[in-house]
């Protein structure tokens, strides 16, 4: 049965309908420059043209074992993080998923409409399950259908992610497709929003992989409030093959990556920054990567230390943002229940 909270529905109802943004974080862990890039920065730039809601996602991150008062912690600390990082919860909904129940509901129904064999091709499970083989749970199987059902609930038509996401997305429009064959247009279709350069940053130390807050060393990542010290010295360290001109190619995945960092935080592009540092080493060159990142990465950090101080606040925001995302929710969750069949009363 529907019951909407006290929440403001008529100014809700009278946004122009822009084009909406769904998109999600895990709290397991510190968040990373490879976060900022690949995510976070894109979704600033989103809400002057979209209508966007930003979930810090802590159902998905108890598909992993966590220590209680940690994911407690990280959830307050990421939700003032994206403040921090630029999202204005006047322009955009943020929200923590568990306080919206309409996820775990409608992840439910969406997982009778999910094949077994498609879950299983998911790679990321498979890199879990292999990472994570003393705990293979169900619901790190069933992750890619709640990730669906964050998206579909909100009828999101836009999803900004990494790459690495990408296979879910298009799980999630195959469930959705599905079940609209069946029941009508229930669903709106998403597409993934993957930007061209910074769409995804690589380890510092094996710039093969993708840079991971869950990597154990810590030379690994940039942790966007991290010291300035650090983010200059492992930058630095970082890295590269044995050429030294500052040159894009193939295989060359260390310099590759510094800049995609480089240009993330200078607006350059590639054949730019190759005429910046003509006849300059890697030495000239990671400095000023590293000191550029340091720069970006300034505005943040000191915002996010006031914050982290303001637990009214972060709180309010947490709430005020349940209760958009609660009414959005209920609208797409009651028609759900309809079509399938549920008894209403
Ligand atoms: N699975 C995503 C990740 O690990 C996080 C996520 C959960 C998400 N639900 C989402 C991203 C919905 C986009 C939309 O990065």
Known sequence: M????????????????????????????????????????????????????????????ITVRQVPS???RRTFEALAL?????????KSTVFVQS???????????????TGFGELSRMTQFKDKSRKHSDNINSGLFTYPVLMASDIL???????PVGIDQKQHIELTRDVALRFNSVYGDVFTIPE??????????????????????????????????ESRDDTVRKIK???????STVKYAPGKDGINNLMSIYSCFTGKTFDEIEKEFDGKGYGDFKAAVGETCAD??????NEYARLIKDKAYIESVMKSGAEKAYYLSRKTLSKVYRKVGFYNV
């Open 2 to 61: 529907d019951k909407i909270k006290n929440t403001n529905v008529d100014e809700i109802n009278s946004q122009p309908q822009r084009k909406r943004i769904f998109s999600g974080v895990q709290p397991s862990g510190i968040i990373t420059l490879g976060n900022y890039i690949g995510a976070i920065k894109n979704w600033v730039e989103l809400q002057k043209d979209y209508d966007c809601l930003y979930c810090v996602v802590d159902l998905h991150a």
């Open 70 to 72: 940690e994911l407690r």
């Open 82 to 90: 994206y403040i921090a990082c630029g999202i204005d919860p006047e």
């Open 99 to 113: 306080h919206v129940p309409a996820h775990a509901e409608l992840a439910w129904i969406l997982g009778c409409y």
């Open 153 to 159: 609930l909100y009828q999101a038509n836009l999803v």
């Open 192 to 225: 993934p929003y993957i930007k061209e350069t910074g769409m995804k940053i690589n380890s510092l130390t094996d710039p093969t992989k993708k840079m991971s807050k869950s990597d154990p060393n810590p030379s690994s990542y940039i942790a966007i409030i």
């Open 237 to 243: 360290r970082a890295v590269t093959d044995s050429d």
């Open 296 to 301: 970006g990465l300034d505005g943040i950090r």
